[in-house]
């Protein structure tokens, strides 16, 4: 069964960066896409991001587009997702999900953008 943790969140000020990533193990990491969500208080739980298992292929959200880019190292077992030009409506809990059968979610990062 595998399992994610995501890690790399913290406080950083507008227009800053952070870098997220998502480590797997126990399982097959490569064999699914890995998908970023984020969930805000009080708001749903919406997609940011997802890179494919080879990552070759990634798709954004329209709101992160030039912003943010996700990318994958299989050999490590990790997702990441750069953030570059965060917004204080960036501020949220990410979440990284593998794309399988029975979805599996990691427990999420905080990332908080204030100043």
């Known amino acids: 069964q595998v399992q994610l943790v995501e890690s790399g969140g913290g406080l950083v000020q507008p227009g800053g960066s952070l870098r997220l990533s998502c480590a797997g193990s126990?399982?097959?990491?490569?064999?699914?896409?890995i998908h970023w969500f984020r969930q805000a208080p009080g708001k749903e739980r919406e997609f940011v991001a997802a890179?494919?298992?080879?990552?070759?292929?990634?798709s954004y959200a329209d709101f992160v587009k030039g912003r943010f880019t996700a990318s994958r190292d299989n050999a490590k077992n990790t997702v990441y997702l750069q953030m570059n030009s965060l917004k204080p409506e960036d501020t949220a809990v990410y979440y990284c999900?593998?794309?399988?059968?029975?979805?599996?979610w990691g427990q999420g990062t905080q990332v908080t953008v204030s100043s």
């Open positions: 126990g399982g097959t990491f490569d064999r699914y896409s």
């Open positions: 890179v494919s298992r080879g990552g070759g292929t990634k």
């Open positions: 999900m593998m794309s399988a059968t029975n979805p599996v």
